[in-house]
């Protein structure tokens, strides 16, 4: 049975991200950084990188990380959804999950060492199951095409690039490789639109080997962004619970009526419930097998399960941190609106609740809709 409590390790990984982020991530930082139009924070990346080795955690010893596991990535992943940070961390994971899958030793090692930032060039909106993207191969190899919103990219990093007949590794500082950033509602986690006019590319899988490794790591990411939104409804629970202390109204704290904590008392329930089902999800895939198994195993179906319930209590949570801090929690100094918006967009990314619910119907073999079973209506929410 899977162990849903966080061990030593685990606990001493977090405290040392918390105060790195409490020292360099402040959200008051953080929105000067948004109103500046400049949101990733390359210097606070540098930091996470060199100072908590987060990009080799689930790389294995063989391959020059360390070797730490799924948990101990799900563990950062809260604390980055916690304070917001604008790092891609979380796009770094999913690509190293395809690289995984592919066993391309070489740029798994670099990513390790952190030499080389990565990121997978799939529409942050892209579910496990849907296809990646319209990019085609030519001669060289080249690929040309158009990819949209994708997030956790750097200018100087490598894209991996699914294709009609593979996986490749595009430079994406190459002059055929066009960036043109698109409006997002979350500015701490930018979107651009990349296009490719014969880019050279280098082939890291091909066939059945690639496409699955994209299943494999768009899985992952689904997983693993489970565990960011339980952050992010964690700090708008304690943040919501502060404030409600020490607002006063009628000559009392406003936490003390009782609607206000009946409220953040099922707000509670609910936030307990995703972080076992986070927790579950990030488990299994570090057994999850990475060939053709990989599509109905037991990590998807966590995955699938993640995404259908955490995404809806990330928003929840974020609506009433909002509501409940009154007028203060709709003006822009306070950070209420940034969790919001990460909320919100972190909703739709690797599927929607809706996608992934009906994903969750076919992997337990549920009937389609319109047969008339009601277990079927329930579990898709149709």
């Known amino acids: 049975m899977t162990d849903l409590l966080y061990d030593a390790d685990e606990e001493a990984l977090r405290d040392s991200v918390r105060a790195l982020l409490a020292a360099h991530a402040p959200w008051q930082r953080i929105l000067a950084a948004v109103d500046v139009g400049e949101p990733y924070d390359g210097a606070l990346w540098r930091r996470l990188v060199d100072q908590t080795g987060v990009t080799g955690l689930a790389v294995p010893v063989e391959h020059g990380g360390a ?11 809260e604390e980055l959804g916690r304070a917001v940070a604008p790092v891609p961390f979380l796009g770094t994971v999913v690509a190293t999950r395809a690289l995984l ?27 496990p199951d849907a296809d990646p993207g319209p990019v085609t191969p030519g001669p060289g190899p080249t690929l040309s095409g158009r990819v949209l919103g994708v997030a956790d990219t750097v200018p100087h990093g490598l894209l991996l690039v699914p294709a009609a007949d593979g996986l490749y590794a595009v430079d994406g500082t190459d002059p055929a490789v066009r960036r043109t950033p698109v409006v997002s509602l979350d500015a701490t986690r930018p979107l651009v639109d990349l296009e490719f006019t014969a880019a050279p590319a280098h082939p890291v899988a091909r066939g059945a080997v690639a496409a699955t490794a994209v299943t494999v790591a768009l899985t992952a990411g689904a997983a693993l ?16 619970v502060d404030y409600v202390r020490q607002r006063h109204q009628f000559g009392r704290p406003v936490g003390s009526f009782q609607a206000v904590k009946h409220r953040l008392a099922d707000l509670w329930v609910e936030l307990t ?37 955490c995404g ?55 009937p389609g809709p319109g047969t008339g079973d009601g277990a079927t209506n329930r579990c898709t929410g149709r």
Do not use: M, N
């Open 67 to 77: 070797g730490a596991g799924f948990r101990e990535v799900a563990v950062v992943l």
């Open 312 to 366: 809806p209590v990330a928003v929840r949570a974020a609506e009433t941190c909002v509501q409940l801090h009154g007028g203060l929690g709709f003006t822009w100094e306070h950070p209420a609106h940034l969790y919001l918006k990460r909320a919100k967009s972190t909703a739709i990314a690797f599927g929607t609740a809706d996608r992934h619910r009906e994903a969750l119907a076919r992997l337990v073999d549920l």
């Open 273 to 309: 419930e995703a972080r076992a089902v986070a927790r579950y999800a990030a488990d299994l895939l570090g057994a999850a097998p990475t060939d053709e198994r990989a599509v109905g195993s037991e990590a998807a179906l966590a995955a699938a399960l993640a995404q259908a319930y």
């Open 225 to 240: 962004l489970a565990s960011e939104q339980v952050g992010v409804a964690q700090w708008c629970l304690d943040t919501t």
């Open 101 to 127: 899958a592919c066993g391309e030793s070489t740029l798994l090692r670099q990513v390790a060492a952190a030499e080389r930032d990565v990121a997978l060039a799939v529409g942050l909106a892209t579910a």
